[in-house]
């Protein structure tokens, strides 16, 4: 059994859409104090931090605070499930070809994972891992299961190469993720004067998507010579 960003369990099913449903759309003050919960845990630390620091900066008592969360660790769920609606991955746009809605999902993962305060988060996760090594484990179940399987899901749309026929769509999205994301996320984690550089990270995806899929029916932009993809990543 998992939690909704409300707090209230839900179970899990075999589909995507019932296995990982998006949350209910919170109310503006549910989404103040878990913008409020997510700057205090980054900027403190998840041990240090305490429901009346969260209370106090989201300008509301510490009674209500526990009216709506029964903890801290209830608290710091909820914030990991409100971005799964803006990185659902399995609900790509329904206009053009299947390698466009995998391209375009990709470039809103870059847009969740890599922001700025994603990455606040995912520093703190590591950073904690001995005093509160259950974060990473949520974290884990959260966001890296479910990316990881919707899209699978979405790449049951899409012609793979031959050479991965009979892998596992769960690994073949494992593989797809890390060669896409790996790079630029590791050296945001590591290095504060790195600036992503979003034109070099969309020809990733265009180069990753030429190397998993194989050409969408009557289109040969996914087979560009490798000259012509050399050429357009300097």
Not at 20 to 27: I, L, Q, S, V
Not at 160 to 188: C, I, N
Not at 223 to 232: E, H, I, N, S, T
């Amino acid at each position: 059994m998992t939690r909704t960003i409300d707090g209230h369990k839900r179970s899990r099913d075999n589909s995507s859409a019932q296995r990982h449903p998006a949350p209910p759309p919170p109310d503006a003050r549910l989404v103040q104090l878990l913008a409020a919960a997510k700057d205090t845990f980054t900027s403190k630390g998840f041990a240090a931090t305490t429901m009346d620091d969260i209370a106090g900066a989201a300008g509301m008592s510490k009674k209500t605070l526990y009216k709506l969360f029964e903890s801290k660790t209830e608290l710091f769920r909820a914030m990991l499930l409100r971005s799964l609606p803006e990185a659902h991955f399995a609900n790509p746009p329904l206009e053009g070809s299947p390698t466009t809605r995998l391209r375009i999902s990709l470039k809103r993962i870059a847009d969740v994972a890599l922001a700025p305060g994603e990455i606040a988060l995912h520093r703190l996760i590591i950073g904690e891992r001995q005093a509160s090594p259950g974060l990473g484990r949520m974290f884990a179940e959260v966001i890296m299961e479910t990316g990881s399987d919707d899209l699978a899901d979405l790449l049951r749309t899409v012609r793979l190469d031959t050479r991965l026929e009979g892998v596992p769509l769960r690994l073949v999205a494992e593989m797809l993720l890390g060669a896409v994301f790996s790079h630029d996320h590791f050296r945001l984690l590591t290095d504060d004067r790195f600036r992503l550089n979003r034109r070099m990270l969309e020809r990733r995806i265009d180069l990753a998507i030429t190397m998993f899929c194989a050409p969408d029916d009557g289109s040969e932009e996914l087979r560009a010579p490798a000259g012509d993809l050399a050429a357009r990543s300097r």
